[in-house]
Structures are given as structure tokens and as C-alpha cells.
């Protein structure tokens, strides 16, 4: 019901930062909960951040918590998220997520984009 593309990956030094950004489609964003997470070679999909529509509930893993920021604007249908300070175990694919009023912590109820890829070098 929903379409996700995510962009702003790339490869940048350790101690950088990007900014990931996240386009939906639909007329009903506002009510949707969006998230990020990422997924790296040898280990399982981890939750990174989440978002309500409102933006008044928000969550990080405590491994990104003081260097990640999520936000949303409901009126450009667009999640972001700032990455600063990035480390090397930042590596992965960052997966935007979108479900209907509440995103469940493993992901299971959201709809996904297609991911894109935020290389850190040390």
C-alpha cells in the first residue's frame, strides 16, 4: 500500500557523516510509523530507529543513540536520518520502513524499501 525509496548512501571516512533519506508514496504518510534498520554481512536485521507519525514517540538501538537522528516531514511524504560520528560497524544496508499507526520492533508489520548502502572506511 505503501512505496519506499531509499537514497543518500555512499562511502564515507569514519568519523563522518551522511544523511539517508526516504520517499514514500501514498496520501496517508502521516499515519504511518516509519523506521530505519540495517543489515550487514554475518549478522541478523537490527532495528536502528523509529518514528510515530507524529513524531513524539521516537526510539534508537542504544548502538547509534546520541549519534543517529530520525525525523520526518509528513508533508514531503519523507523520513530521514542524520548519521554523524559514523564508525566502521555502521556498515550495512539501511532499509527504510513504513506500517500503519505502529512499527513493531523486529520490523515485522512494515512495509520495506529496497535498502541502500552506507560503506564506513577506516
Known amino acids: 500500500q505503501v512505496q519506499l525509496v531509499e537514497s543518500g548512501g555512499g562511502l564515507v571516512q569514519a568519523g563522518g557523516s551522511l544523511r539517508l533519506s526516504c520517499a514514500a508514496s501514498?496520501?496517508?504518510?502521516?499515519?504511518?510509523?516509519m523506521g530505519w534498520f540495517r543489515q550487514s554481512p554475518g549478522k541478523e536485521r537490527e532495528f536502528v530507529a523509529r518514528i510515530s507519525g507524529s513524531s513524539f514517540n521516537i526510539y534508537y538501538a542504544d548502538s547509534v543513540k546520541g549519534r543517529f537522528t530520525i525525523s520526518r516531514d509528513n508533508a514531503k511524504n519523507t523520513v530521514y536520518l542524520q548519521m554523524n560520528s559514523l564508525k566502521p560497524e555502521d556498515t550495512a544496508v539501511y532499509y527504510c520502513?513504513?506500517?500503519?499507526?505502529?512499527?513493531?520492533?523486529?520490523?515485522?508489520?512494515?512495509?520495506w524499501g529496497q535498502g541502500t548502502q552506507v560503506t564506513v572506511s577506516s
Open positions: 520502513a513504513a506500517a500503519p499507526f505502529v512499527l513493531t520492533h523486529d520490523g515485522s508489520n512494515a512495509h
Open positions: 501514498g496520501r496517508t504518510f502521516s499515519t504511518y510509523a
